[in-house]
């Protein structure tokens, strides 16, 4: 695959995702794909920014979390500080250049925005809450277990120079397993303090609201798009390679969820095994693909709890409502 130029006079619509003959040029009145324009407008809509969190008070509450407790709450920073930071990198290098459609293209610009936002909520909740900001920011590198999914990581998305479209494809389930996988289990346990933590609370909301209401139905229908523009993707071996990268990273995430909750209460090790092959399964289906696992969400009375977004609601102070239905889009699945 050739990278998309930056502008090209002759021009037209054919061709794939990867390779469309494109102008380069963003008509969001004539999108090639329409549920990319639908994705785009659901980003605006569901725009914050970390200042709007109130965590004055969550210092305080940090502070009172017994051992094992803030234990957790730091081990699921850092892995949150690293998927952010890999996931704006992979889209804005590896992944964009390959994007030749301009209202994809659009929408992975904007979802890098948000992880860049990510990573600056991160560094505002890192210093107003952690007794150890510096020390957060390290674990992605000293912590044993965390190493593992940043070498995890590098072995998922890596892209040759020349990349052809399976490969971007891989890179691209990649993607649906960060958004969709990998985040879950620390969004959980941010969750797990949600009646101290209330800034905390809010700005873990926001986020996650970003990556399944917006993250994870773009790579989902870019996913699905690519099948249906590419036929050399619809193949047993093809999916034996997609079913070879969410093994992979369920073993990572599976260790690690266990891992971050030891000792902390309403967590388990079955429960947090069956938790993470209960989501891959979600993402698989979502992908049009069959589950693997068949486990049951062993966390659902917490997903229940915080992970509806498609009300209308206030935020958790009030200041403003936001609608966050669906609409006519293929979401990435049933999450």
Known sequence: MNKKNLI???GTTEGGIYDADVTGIANFNKPKYPWATKIYDKMLELTWFPAEADLSNDKKAYNNLTEAQRRAYDLA???VILLD???????MDNVNPYIHDPIVNACGARNSFEESLHSKSYAVM???VCEDSEGIYELWRTDPVLLKLVNNLKEIYSLPDNPSVENLALSNVASICLEGIHFLPSFMIFFKFADTMLGTKQMITWIARDELSTH????????????????ELNTPEFEDKVNTIVRQVVDVEKEA???MTKDLLGFSES???DFVEHIADKRLMAMGMLGLYGKPNTLKSMWDKFFNFNEIKGNFFETKAVNYAKGKLDMGGDW
């Open 8 to 10: 090209n006079v002759h």
């Open 85 to 91: 930071s890999v996931a704006t990198n992979n889209l």
């Open 216 to 231: 994870l139905p773009l790579q989902t229908n870019i996913f699905k798009q690519s099948r249906r523009d590419y036929p």
């Open 77 to 79: 920073f850092g892995r």
């Open 126 to 128: 890192a210093e107003d």
């Open 257 to 259: 969820f266990a891992y």
């Open 271 to 273: 429960i947090c095994h």
